[in-house]
């Protein structure tokens, strides 16, 4: 058919992403700039300062985008922007810019859910998954196992009753004093841990279905720092180590179990792990290990295209336009939305 070019932009949270894909030529460019270092001060995003900085970085990263790919204003076929869930006003800057440029083009907007974004995000991969499979969103506000059978074709399988697994890791980093977000810092750290010196539960493993639970490892992980506290002060190098791998253990060996399980009872084979803590060097290992014990295979984006990004959005969006979507002029962020 014909090629259409999608402009996608994220700034849902703490990033500012922005790209260009082409139905024919695949992702033709890319860039992103990342508030962490300016929220890391904080120990978390100051919603206020997000948005501001959205603000002073999005129109620029546009142009750059426009200018690496060598691409006028002219080319561009629909403009798609995450319309929700995040920070609302964060969600506010994304909105209302992409809004306003496709009203300019005079080409249609595409309002994307930032979790589709993420869930297809390992579709730009060279090889990527087919419909349908099952998807394990985990990111810093969303775990959940969803029934993919086409795009817009979501079924929800099962989800987090408290924590999302990112924000579990960010909570655990936080008691150990590591900086935000803190899913990477444990990550690196669980590296040098003692295998053994803490077994922390998985949470929810004997009991049937597909729901997850992390507020009680949050718990475990909080007596388990107290605990050394006590005994000797400060925690040492090696002790937030070995408190980051039993950590990290616990929470991808309770994913891969439901992963597995979920497999089981939709009888599908390929999983698709996508959103932040799917860059998780351990969590691939695990599963890939686990599935293969059911015939099962795992599909996840390259590291960047897990976390938040714009090339995601402009994915999206393009299988949107595809579809026939049009938004009208008005439009609506949504702090809270359902996939
Ligand atoms: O998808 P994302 O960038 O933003 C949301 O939509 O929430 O996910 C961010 C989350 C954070 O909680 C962060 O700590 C976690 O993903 N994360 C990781 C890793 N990289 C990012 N968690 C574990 N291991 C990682 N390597
Ligand atoms: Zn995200």
Redesign the pocket.
Known sequence: GVDMLVLGIETS?DETGVALYCSQKGLIADALYSQIEMHNEYGGVVPELASRDHVKKLLPLIQSVLDQAGITNKEVDAVAYTKGPGLVGALMVGTMTARAIAFAWGVPALGVH?MEG?LLAPMLEETPPEFPFVALLV???HTQLVQVDGIGQYALLGESLDDAA??A??KAAKMMKLPY????H??RLAEQGTAGRFKFPRPMVDRPGLEFSFSGLKTYTLNTVLAIEKAQGELEEQDKADIAHAFQEAVVETLAIKCRRALEQTGMKQLVMA???S??TRLREKLEDALAKVGGKVFYARPEFC??NGAMIAFAGCQRLKAGQQDDLAVKPVARWPL
Not at 181 to 184: E, L
Request: contains cysteine; aromatic residues 4%.
């Open positions: 949270c930032h993420h990111s810093g506000g990112g924000e890791f960010d977000p803190g899913g990477p444990i990550a959103g932040g803590v860059a998780n976390t938040d």
